[in-house]
């Protein structure tokens, strides 16, 4: 497998107020991998996924985006090189319709500006049966849960997994490269959390995307992951196969702690 | 990857016994992963698609009416107004209406889409309106033709809108608003002071720039004119045609925009600036885009204003006329551009028709009825305190009447169908004295203890709180209508928010579930 590294990170470092949240890391995922970050809370994963689209500007080291430099661009023009991600906590736009907030994503990879919509050329209009297009094949992609009347239905309307669903599609219609998934097994039941294990799956093998994910469920990490990256305190304290990693002393100390007495 | 690796819970009873699985996973074949079955939608989906009955009814068939369709009733309604009225007040009136129309829906760019609390939004009004009177006039002799210099003003609103809406790259929500009132207050303060700046008169200070010296052109196409004023002294119809026009382009092109990948972006910009961002859209530049659109509306509307009142005058451009607007957004629903144009049109008429006591009573009474039904819906109880309170005024009435002549020798203010009820109804002494504070005062405690009561003690509490607060009504509101117009629209306004927060077209509003 002549794999390239798709995104690498090359020492980066980042700190709040004198606390180093991430220090120094070195990750690489290569090009149709899916590679799983854990960690216990606090351990830097959502700042790592935070660096890597840009909502923060690493203080020392390299974001490198399919042999670019993204360190320091804005965010939206890191998510228009092929990065796109779905937040732990979900940030749907929650007073649109299913069907707008989805098609709302395909904003950077197409091109009508105001004056050609207020006039309709027939270029735009094009575009927009694209875009139309485009958010409802993203959504067939999740069978019939988010499919029919539920287009026009106000993303609120939702139930929590219904949720985690839309905000996948919606990251899928900005045309990644790469997808940053955060926690997406997060509140869900056991069943549908064995059904998102097997979405991230079909994301890769259907969709072709490389996948990032930060996920506390062992079951879904085993299941999914090529390579699994343990975080702690910022800092990488294991790297390799699932069974290395979950059964790395390290991580099982940071996990659980050392003997008696929690660490200070 | 196989399924047993994947699936810890297979033998648990966790996904085998809900009903209709069976079934769907064997119409999808035996091979088919898990993903996208959904058994409640395949049961319950039909049944959440709208209301029942006579109200669902009414309520597919409005929502099956074609936006256009709306748009061409209300302009067969207004381009009929000159038809139907010869008053020259109506048609100003409709005029008005037409030009508030104009600004809610630019107010609705930046406020409904954007997200963007402007408070600075009725200065680019008076920018617009401003520059066409400097720039069709003879205060600095130049004079343009509408055609040349209405464009030109709604650029510089846009550009000017660019410029206002830099500090929201950095600031949102009240930082965003006291940024933005500065500027109103900056654009208030430079036009009434205006009249010499470095020795150059420039803004006609708190004259404005008006009368005959100042002689603001009339609107005038390909050389064909239209005077402000008939040859008889009275409002030219013509322009609540220009009007009516710019409000159609205005409303169509706004309505495309929403509903392109530019409106898409205002309204996540809305809902979640940072999602937005990381789902590539430009947010500052969307931020700007909003507030340029809003200014560029709202100079266009001030051209209008201008060259129809042959000048401007500082006074115009007043936190009123910003409250009211907002006002017109807000009840109409931000966000629903039907819904702030009917939000203009509600506050507009009803504040003319509540200068005429004889009109505010119509609607005074109405209000009270409607609030009654809303709250107490066609019951046992609603019967009750309508028939209670009518009982009960008529007894008051005759008491009083035998106790005092004096106490009933008033008239009701206005005219109308319902003075002669009025009349016979409500105690009406031929001078209120020191009862006019005390009814007042004591109707605010009658309503306020309204609230701490529940159950038929709440019912019989309203029985006198609603004659009292008629007796208020027609003896001190009616007699000082400027305030009193005020006062009823703000409790209107405060009842519809309470009951529909989202105003009356518009969508649900959820901030987190």
Redesign the interface.
């Known amino acids: 497998m002549a794999r390239e590294a798709l995104l690498e990170l090359r020492g980066v470092s980042m700190a709040f107020g004198g606390l180093n949240v991430v220090d120094r890391l070195d990750l690489h995922v290569d090009e149709g991998e899916i590679v799983s970050v854990i960690g216990p809370n606090g351990a830097g994963k959502t700042t790592l996924f935070n660096l890597i ?1 840009g ?1 923060y500007e690493p203080i020392d080291g390299d974001i490198v985006f399919a042999g670019e430099s993204i360190a320091g661009l ?3 023009k890191i ?2 090189k092929g990065i ?2 779905t ?1 732990q906590t979900l ?6 319709t299913v069907r ?1 907030n989805v ?8 091109k ?3 004056f050609r ?4 050329t027939p270029g ?1 209009r094009r ?2 049966r694209e ?1 139309r297009a485009l958010a409802e094949e993203r959504l067939a992609f ?4 988010l499919m ?3 287009w026009d239905q ?1 993303a ?1 309307s939702l139930s929590y997994a219904n949720r985690r669903r839309l905000e996948i599609a ?2 899928t ?2 045309k990644p490269r790469l997808l940053l998934l955060d926690e997406p097994a997060a509140g869900m ?3 549908e959390t ?2 998102i ?3 991230i ?2 994301l890769r093998t259907d969709g072709g995307y490389t996948i990032l994910v930060i996920e506390h469920d062992m ?1 879904v990490v ?3 992951s090529d390579r699994v990256v343990a975080l702690d305190h910022g800092v990488k304290i294991a790297e390799g196969t699932f069974d290395a990693v979950a059964t790395d002393p390290r991580v099982v100390e940071a996990y659980l702690g050392t003997g008696g007495m929690a660490r200070k | 990857m196989s399924d047993d690796r994947l699936d810890p819970y297979d033998s648990g009873s966790l996904s085998a016994p809900l009903p209709g699985a069976a079934e769907a996973a064997a119409a999808e074949g035996a091979t088919s992963p898990a993903v996208g079955r959904d058994e409640w939608v395949a049961r319950h989906g039909a049944n959440l698609a709208g209301r029942g009955g006579i109200v669902g009814t009414i309520q597919a068939r409005l929502a099956s009416v074609p936006w256009w369709a709306w748009l061409a009733v209300l302009v067969a309604i207004v381009a009929l107004i000159p038809v139907g009225f010869e008053s020259g007040y109506v048609r100003r009136v409709a005029f008005d209406t037409l030009i508030y129309m104009l600004l809610a829906l630019g107010l609705n760019v930046v406020v409904g889409w954007g997200g963007l609390l402007d408070l600075g939004y009725i200065a680019f009004y008076g920018i617009g309106a401003y520059a066409y009177a400097m720039l069709s006039s003879s205060h600095f002799d130049v004079h343009l033709p509408s055609l040349v210099s209405i464009p030109l003003i709604v650029a510089l609103g846009a550009v000017v809108g660019l410029l206002i809406g830099l500090p929201s790259w950095r600031l949102s929500g009240d930082y965003l608003a006291i940024v933005t009132l500065f500027f109103f207050q900056l654009f208030i303060t430079i036009t009434t002071n205006g009249d010499d700046v470095f020795g150059i008169d420039l803004t006609g200070g708190s004259n404005g720039i008006s009368g005959v010296a100042a002689s603001v052109d009339p609107l005038s196409f390909f050389g064909w004119e239209l005077p402000q004023l008939t040859d008889a002294g009275a409002f030219n119809v013509a322009y609540i045609y220009v009007a009516l026009v710019v409000f159609v382009i205005v409303f169509v092109a706004l309505r495309f925009v929403n509903l392109s990948r530019t409106g898409r972006a205002w309204r996540s910009l809305r809902e979640d600036p940072l999602a937005a961002e990381m789902m590539g859209m430009p947010i500052n530049w969307l931020k700007l885009m909003a507030f340029s659109f809003g200014a560029a509306v709202a100079a266009l509307t001030g051209t209008i204003f201008a060259s129809l009142n042959a000048g401007v005058f500082p006074n115009t451009f007043q936190f009123p006329l910003l409250i009211t607007v907002y006002a017109m957004v807000i009840l109409g629903g931000a966000g629903s551009m039907g819904g702030v144009v009917l939000g203009a049109i509600i506050v507009n008429v009803l504040l003319e028709v509540l200068r005429e006591p004889g009109d505010a009573r119509y609607v005074f009474y109405v209000v009270v009825l409607a609030g009654l039904v809303a709250v107490l819906r066609f019951s046992v109880r609603l019967v009750v305190v309508l028939g209670g309170t009518i009982l009960l005024g008529f007894a008051v009435h005759v008491i009083t009447s035998v106790v005092s002549d004096r106490a009933v020798a008033g008239s009701p203010a206005g005219g109308g169908f319902l003075t002669g009820a009025v009349d016979r109804w409500v105690v009406l002494p031929d001078s209120l004295g020191a009862w006019a504070p005390i009814s007042y005062v004591a109707l605010v405690a009658a309503v306020l203890l309204l609230t701490t009561i529940s159950g038929w003690w709440r019912i019989a509490a309203l029985v006198p709180t609603l004659y009292l607060g008629a007796f208020v009504w027609e003896n001190v509101m009616l007699a000082k209508p400027e305030p009193t117009r005020y006062i009823l629209l703000g409790a209107i306004l405060v009842t519809l928010m309470v009951a529909r927060p989202a105003g009356i077209l518009g969508e649900r509003r959820v901030e987190i579930v």
Request: charged content about 25%.
């Open positions: 689209t909502v804005e965010p939206h998510t228009q796109a991600r937040f940030r749907l736009f929650l007073n649109m707008e098609m709302a994503a395909a904003y950077g990879h197409t009508a500006g105001a919509s207020m006039l309709r735009q575009e927009e875009i999740f069978g019939e849960r029919g009347y539920r106000p609120y919606r990251a219609a900005t039941n056991p069943r064995q059904e294990a097997e979405l799956g079909k079951h085993e299941g999914i």
